[in-house]
């Protein structure tokens, strides 16, 4: 199958990340036009912009709103909590849809130890603030990782946290069942592959066609590094003593253009690897280790962001460009409306910007491919 056959009319039944490191990109309100032309029901956001959470008012999209590491420290306070809580999150209530806010992204993967030590008691705190105001059960709160957390993770059962992350997760992990809140991870299989282009089977890494990797312990078979990775944070979490934490994939993505050292970052590879997992999640298949749970996966990203730090590929994860036409053709279809006044006046964003957004872990030693 083409990977332009990949998505259906009927609309997407996935995540999009929507981050605004660029200059050039359309107003929130032209944006809320694209993705309801898609009909995209889910977004997720680095901060709580106050005109994109305005522009899909009344629409029935889904918000994951951020709190950003500067952010954090200070809403260990209660009090600045729930003043955050009651600027951010109430007054779009009911019309926005946020079901989700992240505090903090990546923490674990800097060093940063007081960042780290003030995570779960500002999470605590904005969750108590949304008890405050009656809204706990109607908004999670969790924070995303990546998958630099992992100690171990081939074989996908023997997948266990980095011992010095340890002491953060588990209390952070009891705080997540008690609140019923996913666990979210940012998985790239790409970055495994521009690692090791000649170690790491393409096939694996794009959803194609191959014989898979069996796990010993459990005898199942992965045809898929994505999946792999799930099920290696699965275990990690089972390790720590909880099967009653889900585990959704808040970033995947694959660079339509990179560096000459990044191996892989073309159109056409991007291309394969989104419409490929668009159709996995169409068919709502779950991973080996969690077969009858569908996969919850947030795509990076909606666009290209021309002011991204780092390499190449880090401007060039878009699904499409600023203008709204496709990167790569895997049969999204959107209508992104004339450009209007506000986009005249429009400034960059810069809440919410991190140094690192993505971590690039080897996840498989090449010795474990067949």
Known sequence: MAADEAVAAGGLSIGINYGQIADNLPSPSRVSMLLRSMQV???KLYDADQNVLSAFLDTGVEFVIGIGNENVSAMVDPAAARAWVQQHVRPYLPSTRITCITVGNEVFKGNDTDLKDSLLPAMKSVYQA?????????????TAHSLDIMGSSYPPSA??????????????LDFLSAARSPFLINCYPYFAYKDDPTGVP???????????????TTGLNYDNMLYAQVDSVYAAVQALGHTDVDVKISETGWPSKGDPDEAGATPQYAGIYIGNLLRRIETKQGTPLRPAV??????????????????????????????????????LRGYLPPMDESDA??????????TSWRSS??????SSYP
């Open 41 to 43: 029901s889910k977004v």
């Open 130 to 142: 949304l008890g405050a105001l009656g809204l706990q059960g109607q908004v999670n709160v969790t």
């Open 159 to 172: 997948g266990a946290f980095r011992p010095d992350v340890v002491p953060y997760i588990q209390p952070l």
């Open 202 to 216: 393409l096939e694996y890494v794009l959803f194609q066609p191959n014989a898979g990797v069996t796990d010993p």
């Open 294 to 331: 569908p996969i919850d996966v947030y795509v990076f990203a909606l666009f290209n962001e021309n002011l991204k730090p780092g390499p190449a590929s880090e401007r060039n994860y878009g699904l499409f460009y600023p203008d709204g036409t496709p990167v790569y053709n895997v049969g």
């Open 345 to 354: 006046t429009r400034t960059v964003r810069t809440s919410g910007r991190f």
């Open 361 to 366: 872990p080897w996840h498989l030693s090449p």
